[in-house]
């Protein structure tokens, strides 16, 4: 969200100098995704093979699937990748999403907010209670390996 609000929280501040023009992302399924990001293989995979979400196809879950859970357990929001498919299974998309607006909504104000928010950006709610966070040695590897592979994505744009 720091394309939209301009601040930055601890996920972007991994990031360090990368432009929030770099930043911005409308989500995997979008057309506007973070550099790094774009190349992700199961991305990719669910364009390929015309799925929504993984839990669509018929391989799920698969092994790109599984070493992606594996990898990426330092961002404490992948972790939930799992549990929120199998909702979407069970309940629907549009349930889902529903209960992911409420969640990601600030209490007092209703602004959305990111993951890693630590206060509203609207209003200056604390969201310590909800926010994720990256601490330790996940955030000198995130800073990594998040910067690994926004340079990736980068040169794959530019070529």
């Not at 209703?110 to 993951?115: E, K, L, T």
């Not at 994720?132 to 040169?155: D, H, N, P, Q």
Request: proline share 3%; charged share 25%.
């Amino acid at each position: 969200m720091r394309s939209e609000t301009g601040r930055t929280d601890e996920f972007a501040a991994c990031l360090g100098s990368v432009s929030k023009e770099d930043l911005a992302c409308g989500g995997c399924k979008s057309d506007i995704v973070y550099a790094g990001c774009s190349t992700c293989n199961l991305r990719h995979c669910a364009r390929e093979k015309g799925v929504a979400h993984c839990i669509g196809c018929a391989d799920y879950p698969c092994k790109m699937y599984g070493k992606w859970q594996s990898v990426s357990k330092f961002l404490p929001h992948a972790r939930e990748a799992t549990s929120n498919l199998e909702a979407i299974k069970r309940d629907g998309v549009d349930p889902w999403l529903a209960a992911q607006q409420k969640r990601w909504s600030c209490p007092d104000c209703g602004a959305p907010f990111s993951w890693y928010a630590t206060e509203c950006s609207k209003c200056g709610c604390r969201l310590t209670s909800e926010a994720y966070e990256i601490s330790g040695w996940k955030k000198l590897l995130c800073r990594f390996v998040l910067t690994m592979a926004y340079r990736k994505g980068k040169a794959k744009r530019t070529t």
